[in-house]
């Protein structure tokens, strides 16, 4: 079985998905998309019981990550009401399918020469494992008025990070 991303040829009856398609073997195409376009989907759609687990499952996995630092509480949601529940999910995953709203050639990584003046303050959690750290390493060693702290007690938010974002701000000021 093929992995290849192929495009079909134009005579081709596969549909034109916007994701994309897999070649699974010469001439078959099937749908593909990140996951975090499933459940940008998912949380858009009008069936409100589905909307209520993906975001119940979404809720879970930010529990996951965001306890992974020491000293975390252990709980099954991160929100436990769900209607922040719901929002909190359909936001995040509409952001993030989204690209963060930047198109490729916005992107900030392709784009530091043109930051390189500006002060910045980097705050990242040691136990991160949704914000690769090697990215706020690239980019404080590309700009000269950058400063990265590394919070060894933090992941992706919470007490470890917030007042070491506090001090970055009052810096900057």
């Keep these: 079985m093929a992995a290849a991303l192929s495009v079909p ?31 940008a989907r998912r949380l858009a759609g ?8 993906a975001a119940g499952e979404w809720d879970r996995w ?37 690209d963060a709203f930047l198109p490729a050639e916005q992107a900030i990584l392709v784009r530091l020469d043109s930051l390189r003046d500006i002060p910045l303050r980097m705050v990242h959690g040691r136990y991160d494992i949704s914000s690769p750290l090697s990215t706020a390493w690239r980019i404080s060693q590309a700009l000269p008025h950058s400063r990265l702290v590394i919070a060894e007690d933090a992941g992706h938010g919470g007490p470890g990070i917030y007042g070491r974002l506090r001090e970055a701000v009052l810096e900057l000021l």
């Design 9 to 39: 040829p134009s005579d081709s009856t596969a549909p034109p998905y916007a994701s994309g398609l897999l070649e699974t073997e010469p001439g078959t195409f099937i749908h593909w998309e990140r996951i975090v376009e499933a459940y």
């Design 46 to 53: 009008s069936d409100l019981v589905e909307r209520e687990a």
């Design 62 to 98: 930010e529990n996951t990550h965001m306890r992974l630092a020491p000293g975390r509480r252990e709980r099954e949601l991160l929100h436990e009401d769900p209607v922040e529940r719901l929002v909190f999910a359909t936001l995040v995953s509409h952001y993030w399918s989204s």
